[in-house]
């Protein structure tokens, strides 16, 4: 039976599950294998054509890896998509040679191939991996998943839930991604938006909730470009961690939620919402009362009344703030994009005008560089302690992620803020991050608004 045509409307406001049951092969003694592969499933409403996306064990988002903290993770890539690929594993302060960045720790893996992923977990918290090769189209295929590194002493709760928020630009025709991923209108404005949106590759994600229940709430923005304003509805929470690292108090929450591209939040939160009521994580889009991006249908109680605040979650290894007395001074101006008056910077190791940095579909640069360069933006010593001023001369907000280490923003007072390892810049508001180089190897710096990156905002750092 040929399916029903799919409208824009209808197409926006449909809810399905995301996901088909895929048979696993029998697996060969040796490493957990994680495979990327192409799976058809039905991301749009039930009735309408099937996505044909790529996943890691046949799963979107992938499964949902979980391992103590202080263990070793250790993971055989096998790469049955047709292109080649690469895992990148966001957030733990990792061996360099298991960073996953094709073309600076690695050679990609071609299709058929195999590689061995296997490194040490040194911190708790909530992190994720995903592809890094092209990955302004292999990201937006699928190919994310949640990485959850769990505390020696847990925290007091009922459950833990981890909700990988996300979108996805579809055909509304045929249900497929829309192509191409790298058209110019994506690369040089805010990158590429979804028209459907999801939590756990779900439109109605939805998980039955006690009152007075308390949860662990792991929020995680898969999103190539969409930063999610988000607000509790029925439950009463506190942010007790962001980008994997506990805060030194929880902090109550009492106003939007703002993730960025790549960024998490850790969240505990009691259900305050009556029995028979839902309680929501709610999206604030254009409209302010918010739209559903979780729905938690309250079915009972658990206790009669409610807990006491929570207490902080442990500390990780190497949270000391740091010392900005003979700090590495460095400055990282970006510019480009539409409207954003780029005349010319060095791509490739020519100097180019905008018009023909456009031509070669570069839109963005970093420090005056476009892309990658042979040199590193900065050589540093092993524990030196960095500053870096970040001025957004561009006319869109840009998510920064460093790799390999955690940084603070250095408040206007002098003081720090959470660690972090991507932080939101803005435009016209210049911002300073400080970070210790503790980790040796070649590390990226990007924005992960990923058609950005792809066009220009990528650069490194050199750790020796």
């Not at 302010?288 to 309250?298: C, D, K, Y």
């Not at 990282?332 to 008056?341: D, S």
């Amino acid at each position: 039976m040929r399916s029903r045509r799919l409208t824009r409307r209808g197409f926006c406001a449909g809810i399905a599950a995301s996901g088909i049951a895929v048979a696993r092969p029998a697996r060969a003694a040796g490493p957990e294998l994680l495979s990327t592969e192409v799976t058809e499933l039905q991301l749009a409403p039930e009735g309408y054509g099937p996505t044909q996306a790529w996943t890691y064990d046949g799963q979107l988002p992938g499964p949902v890896l979980r391992q103590p903290q202080g263990s070793r993770l250790v993971r055989r890539l096998e790469n049955r998509l047709p292109v080649p690929t690469s895992i990148h594993w966001h957030g733990i302060r990792i061996d360099n040679a298991m960073d996953g960045v094709a073309g600076l720790t690695q050679d990609p893996v071609p299709p058929g191939g195999q590689f061995d992923y296997a490194f040490d977990l040194p911190d708790a918290g909530t992190y994720w991996y995903h592809a890094h090769t092209n990955s302004s189209e292999q990201v937006t295929r699928g190919l994310a998943g949640a990485l959850i590194v769990d505390e020696a002493t847990p925290p007091d709760i009922d459950r833990d839930e981890v909700l990988l928020l996300s979108d996805w630009l579809l055909d509304p025709e045929t249900g497929a991604f829309q192509e191409p991923f790298d058209h110019p209108m994506l690369r040089s404005h805010g990158g590429r938006f979804g028209n459907l949106i999801g939590t756990n590759g779900r439109f109605n994600f939805s998980s039955e909730v006690r009152r007075h229940e308390r949860i662990r709430l792991r929020l995680i923005n898969g999103a190539t470009a969409r930063i999610f304003g988000l607000r509790l509805d029925g439950l009463t929470g506190w942010t007790v961690g962001l980008d994997g690292m506990p805060l030194l108090q929880p902090e109550q929450v009492t106003s939007e939620l703002v993730l960025a591209p790549a960024q998490r939040i850790d969240l505990i939160v009691d259900v305050t919402a009556g029995v028979g009521e839902t309680a929501a994580l709610l999206r604030i889009d254009d409209d302010e009362s918010g739209r559903p991006q979780a729905l938690f249908p309250v079915v009972g109680a658990s206790t009669a009344t409610r807990r006491p605040a929570p207490s902080a979650l442990p500390p990780n290894p190497g949270m000391e703030l740091p010392n900005l007395t003979g700090a590495r001074l460095l400055d990282m101006p970006m510019a480009g994009g539409a409207m954003g008056g780029l005349r010319s910077a060095r791509f490739e190791g020519a100097d180019l005008g905008f018009r023909d940095l456009v031509q070669r579909g570069q839109f963005w640069s970093l420090a005056g560089q476009v892309g990658m360069a042979e040199r590193p933006f900065a050589s540093l010593s092993r524990g030196e302690t960095v500053r870096m001023k970040i001025t957004n001369d561009t006319a869109f907000p840009h998510a920064m992620h460093l790799h390999g280490m955690h940084f603070r923003e250095v408040r206007q007072d002098g003081g720090f803020g959470p660690m972090r390892d991507t932080v939101l810049s803005l435009p016209d508001q210049p911002l300073d991050i400080a970070f210790t180089a503790d980790n040796p190897g070649k590390w990226l710096f990007h924005c992960h608004m990923l058609n950005h990156a792809a066009s220009g905002m990528t650069t490194w750092i050199e750790v020796a």
